[in-house]
């Protein structure tokens, strides 16, 4: 009996000790942060990303201007998947300042080329060109902003997400996932209605104004007809996605034409002004 008793024991200890291993390594999750976490950090970097964004604008242009990447909230999305990325690295890539420089140089590079790509197949929108930066790749990514996203990695994973964890950490953690629930349910729905909205902007701009715009020949027709031949979607449009709403969101977006040139949408509606507030001159 006493050794069916310590054998039982041994097995529940047993069961414990894996229930504990299973237990860690659903909270070590991606890299050492959980599905709750990442969803948070998009959530908080893409917030602070639009305060950066603001604030670049501020200070190279002397103006306060949109800088957010949807139409609704404030929010520039490629700072919360580039935090993402640049948090969620091997462990060996953090053990000092060089690594994390290298890897944040790296990887920072690569999601701001696939987003910019992304952008131009998807909205055959620039969100933003460095053609003029020094050593630049087709105009997506240059070794500016590339040095910027390295050292960006090392204030991010030594300072900043510490801080954010300590921030985070005071609120309840129903509470939270509810903020973090509501919030992303939010940017789903405004990223569909960005989408949308871009699309016939794009499209009634090209209707108005002539324009040949590279690699919007394959979709221009389809959603010039649904422009046109529905006269309720049209009003409606052409009232909640006016051009005014459409520029004063998104001031610096441009159009590569079938000569490849680039094109700023805010040199074609030169009667919309203001579309930013003038601070000072720089």
């Avoid at 990223?191 to 690699?215: C, D, H, P, W």
């Amino acid at each position: 009996m006493q050794k069916s008793k310590i054998t039982k024991n041994e097995t529940n200890t047993s069961d414990t000790n894996e229930s504990n291993k299973i237990s860690k390594k659903v909270k070590k999750g991606i890299f050492g942060y959980s599905f709750w976490q990442i969803l948070e950090y998009f959530i908080v970097y893409s917030i602070l990303g639009y305060v950066i964004e603001t604030l670049y604008g501020l200070l190279t242009k002397g103006v306060i201007e949109s800088r957010q990447s949807m139409l609704y909230g404030p929010f520039c999305c490629i700072y919360g998947l580039g935090a993402i990325c640049l948090l969620c690295i091997p462990k060996s890539a953090k053990k000092n300042n060089w690594t994390l420089f290298i890897a944040g140089f790296i990887i920072g590079s690569v999601v701001e080329y696939v987003v910019s790509w992304v952008g131009e197949v998807i909205f055959n929108i620039k969100w933003w060109d460095y053609s003029n930066f020094p050593l630049n790749i087709n105009g997506r990514v240059c070794v500016y902003f590339s040095i910027f996203w390295g050292i960006l990695t090392i204030c991010l994973n030594k300072v900043i997400n510490p801080t954010v964890d300590k921030v985070l950490g005071k609120i309840p953690i129903k509470v939270l996932h509810v903020l973090t629930v509501i919030i992303m349910v939010f940017m789903a729905f405004d990223f569909i209605i960005s989408s949308f909205a871009l699309k016939m902007f794009e499209t009634r701009l090209i209707y108005n104004y002539n324009l040949e715009v590279q690699g919007a020949e394959d979709y221009y027709e389809k959603y010039l007809d649904i422009y046109q031949n529905n006269p309720g979607l049209k009003e409606f449009v052409d009232k909640v996605f006016s051009d005014e709403k459409m520029l004063k969101t998104f001031p610096n977006i441009k159009f590569t034409l079938q000569d490849g040139s680039i094109l700023l949408v805010k040199d074609i509606l030169t009667d919309i002004k203001p579309y930013y507030i003038k601070v000072f001159d720089v």
